[in-house]
């Protein structure tokens, strides 16, 4: 028979335990083993078996079960202290505190997906993960964000594979009351909901659940409630699941939606307002519409506002392709929102404007989300240094008469969270012999020469050892899903070894990753992997997005290779990567691999998570690796830059790949001393983590955002007043107006003689047409540097001109001098930017005149 109707009863715990609900609705207990342990000691097997969820597990447990442990005194008294280090924990001052006034009071963050705990499946990939990280880390710091996200109903998906190895997707349904989520309600007890909008007078109304991170709310969107119709309830069914309409509302919902949630949060809570707003990608772009909105409320103007908006908000992009951008159609945007769906003073031509793609190269038929992203954040950045200049590069196009560098999209590289991702045996090996200081203050990993040998490789092969009874087990639960019978699957029990040198591999499965790039040529692979004294093996996990047939392709192609009897116990892909699996597969790898197609890599930050395990990396130099390789942390694959034709480029960096495994990794791996110990790979051991530890961490990451984005972002907010928003508007409408008439008129130099040497001072004189605008409105700039023999400057520096004189016709003379610090070939030009103190930077308005 079949159930009319659904729902979920809550356990109601006991009194002198009430506080277990507390711990298991905090997700502080994902990345804090002292909670998990206490939820663990309740019964083991059905710890294991609800895959670690504490709400789960409570909601196993009878009233006679939970009975007899509120009347053990040693176990409330466990619960008791448990629940004072989490309230210590939420409230005591942290390293955001000691930073004194000026900070934010609140820094809003937008994400399209948040990878917190494989409890919450509500991320795909990198980014979801990285947004997770973030919120860890800022409750750790004790910065107050509050998360926006949505509730998607069936998560992203989960992986399985065909009898031929072809993916399979399904998509559980995922019951929010059984999730470790609150509802919020009004002070009635009534459910909390905002509406958006939609064409034909349809409205899209959303529920707001919350999930605690430490001291961070996430609040996150659902719009499956009675009040919507039925494709409506199916906006936020699955993550970036759908077509180009329903990713627009999905979008719509978060960012329009995304704000009006945290207007009820602030009204139900009496949190503050945020003073930043962080858009995690453009997905969530349109929160700065609805924020214009808001202030076109309020009284200012459509320009006025979109100053205001952008003084405070931050945009983050993650993505080093043009495809990897959402891009909708215009018509579809003046359906969603013109005609019955319009603002007032919020006209659609003026929406429209702030994604259009008007520059060379750029679609007048698209609105792109990145390009609102920028339009609309006074401050941008990359995530890796390598991906700041690949960013640059790729929106240069805002910036016409710039040069790349120039482009004001900074970079902070990404880190990762070491409590959720750095294995427990680690922790207190690290705790044992330096000190708590590592793990609490992430200082002292330089003393990581005080571990002895025996102990870092003991640990190691402990950690190998799990990973491949964890490997065994997912195999063959995955030969069974393929169709296989138990007494077909006695191989698996040899599948991997845990004295083998074990490469890792795991991502998403998009081309440019390169996930078959190790299998170029098979034949040389198998070598590697049955060498007879330096086998290898391989652990591979990746899901590719449902509707790309090519990456399931790339996976067939992979698992075909991994079922040949011949290598099946040296290689194995495990179906369905999420986070439960990273945590064994990252500490359980030797070697982490990543070859990308370079610069395709905005960051990758899973070799980083291998690092601080005591892990190596074997990488193209692309993303976080281009920047903090050494020569002694890893091995970076020689890349075929230059070479045309991706085939022969595949061919020679797998041949590469496959020359440093063969002649450095393993050799350096197997070399052992008379102890046993391969203490030229320890030294590489040690080294990485003394010279990367520090440097991975998240808590470093949060920190530069602090300081670098989030404090100028919200001094530029609270210097923006509605006074100062309508007087930067009115300064950018009339610059824009009379800048045509800008023009460098002539420039004159002397002070150096035919043969000028270093010390010497060249005197600069620019003459320049300024129109109707005014000397203050401007800033002329001498740019000097090296010249190359096409004479493009290099390496340049810039100093400010000072008015000299005005003549008639708004023509001025501007003068200013400079050292000649440096020997070999110079040059210089002159150039006139505006200029206002409410600007974030020279380059911001995209305007420019350049002499000659």
């Not at 609900?21 to 083993?33: E, K, V």
């Not at 990939?125 to 880390?137: E, F, P, V, W, Y």
């Amino acid at each position: 028979m079949r159930a009319i109707r659904r729902f979920t009863v809550r356990t109601v715990l006991p009194g002198p335990i009430a506080a277990l609900g507390d711990l298991a609705s905090n997700l502080r207990w994902s990345w804090h083993p002292p909670t998990c342990d206490l939820f663990a000691s309740l019964d083991p097997q059905r710890w294991e078996s609800s895959e670690h969820d504490p709400v789960a597990l409570l909601g196993a447990l009878s009233p006679e079960e939970l009975d007899a442990l509120a009347a053990d005194p040693q176990f409330v008294a466990r619960v008791a202290a448990a629940a004072q280090d989490l309230q210590t924990y939420l409230t005591e001052p942290r390293w955001y505190q000691r930073l004194g006034d000026g900070v934010p009071a609140s820094v809003a963050y937008f994400s399209p997906e948040f990878g917190i705990t494989a409890v919450l499946p509500q991320y795909s990939g990198g980014l979801g993960i990285l947004a997770g990280d973030h919120l860890k880390t800022a409750s750790d710091l004790g910065v107050p964000v509050v998360g926006v996200g949505l509730l998607y109903r069936h998560g992203y998906f989960e992986q399985s594979l065909s009898r031929e190895g072809w993916q399979t997707e399904t998509y559980p349904v995922l019951d929010p009351d059984e999730l470790p989520l609150a509802l919020l309600r009004e002070a009635d007890g009534s459910p909390c909901h905002v509406t958006v909008g939609l064409p034909g007078g349809r409205v899209l109304t959303a529920h707001v659940w919350k999930a605690q991170v430490g001291r961070v709310p996430l609040l996150l969107l659902d719009s499956n409630v009675e009040e919507n119709d039925e494709a409506a309830r199916g906006i936020t069914d699955r993550l970036y699941g759908g077509g180009g309409e329903h990713r627009l509302q999905q979008e719509m919902l978060l960012g329009i939606g995304g704000v009006r949630a945290v207007r009820v949060w602030q009204r139900l809570t009496g949190a503050p307002a945020p003073a930043v707003y962080h858009t995690n990608e453009g997905h969530a772009g349109f929160l700065g519409l609805e924020r214009i909105r808001e202030l076109v409320g309020s009284g200012l103007t459509f320009d006025e506002a979109v100053e205001a908006v952008r003084a405070g908000t931050v945009f983050t992009t993650h993505t080093p392709v043009p495809a990897g951008i959402d891009r909708f159609g215009r018509d579809q945007m003046e359906i969603f929102f013109g005609g019955d769906n319009s603002v007032p003073g919020v006209p659609v031509d003026r929406i429209l404007a702030l994604g259009a793609e008007d520059y060379p190269g750029g679609d007048a038929g698209v609105f792109n989300m990145a390009v609102m992203g920028l339009r609309l954040a006074q401050r941008a950045n990359g995530v890796s240094r390598l991906h700041g200049v690949v960013s640059r590069e790729m929106f240069d196009g805002l910036w016409p008469g710039f040069d790349p560098a120039e482009v004001p999209i900074a970079s902070i590289t990404n880190g990762v969270h070491a409590p959720t991702w750095v294995d427990r045996r680690v922790v207190e090996l690290g705790e044992k012999f330096i000190g708590p200081q590592i793990t609490q203050d992430a200082r002292g990993w330089e003393g990581v020469d005080q571990v002895p040998d025996e102990e870092i490789w003991s640990v190691r092969r402990q950690l190998r050892s799990s990973l491949v009874d964890e490997a065994r087990s997912r195999v063959r639960s995955s030969w069974l899903r393929r169709g296989a019978s138990p007494a077909e699957l006695g191989w698996v029990d040899q599948v991997l070894d845990p004295d083998v040198l074990t490469i890792g591999f795991a991502r998403r499965v998009p081309t440019y990753k390169r996930l078959t790039l190790m299998l170029r040529d098979p034949d040389r692979l198998r070598r590697l992997l049955l060498h007879p004294d330096r086998p290898v093996q391989l652990v591979i996990a990746g899901k590719s997005h449902p509707a790309d047939d090519h990456g399931k392709r790339l996976i067939q192609q992979m698992v075909r290779f991994a079922d040949d009897p011949a290598v099946r116990h040296r290689i194995a892909f495990l179906p369905n990567y999420d986070i439960a699996m990273a945590q064994s597969l990252y500490p359980g790898c030797d070697v982490w691999l990543n070859n990308p197609l370079r610069p395709f890599e905005a960051c990758g930050t899973s070799g980083m998570k291998s690092a601080l395990n005591g892990g190596l990396n074997l990488s193209i130099l692309d993303g976080w690796w281009d920047e903090w390789y050494d020569g002694e942390n890893g091995w970076a694959i020689p890349t075929a830059d230059g070479v045309d034709d991706p085939e022969h480029r595949d061919d020679l960096e797998a041949a590469a790949l496959y020359d440093i495994i063969e002649g450095s990794v393993a050799p350096r791996f197997y070399d052992r001393d008379d102890r046993g110990m391969p203490t030229r790979w320890l030294e590489m051991v040690r080294h990485t983590l003394a010279s990367l530890g520090p440097k991975v961490l998240a808590s470093r990451m949060v920190a530069d955002y602090v300081t670098q984005l989030y404090v100028p972002a919200a001094d530029a907010a609270r210097a923006t007043t509605p006074e100062a928003a309508k007087a930067l508007a009115g300064f950018k409408s009339r610059v824009r107006q009379h800048w045509p008439s800008v023009r460098v008129d002539h420039v004159e130099s002397d002070g150096v003689s035919d043969s000028p040497q270093v010390g010497d001072a060249v005197v600069v004189r620019a003459f320049v047409s300024l129109g109707e605008l005014t000397p203050d409105d401007v800033e002329v700039q001498v740019v000097h540097g090296r010249v190359t023999p096409s004479d493009t400057l290099v390496d340049t520096v810039t100093a400010t001109l000072r008015h000299a004189e005005t003549y008639e016709a708004g023509r001025h003379r501007f003068d200013g001098a400079l050292t000649l610090r440096r020997t070999g070939p110079f040059g210089y030009t002159v150039r006139v930017l505006p200029r206002t103190d409410l600007l974030a930077g020279p380059a911001e308005l995209g305007l420019v005149t350049n002499a000659g």
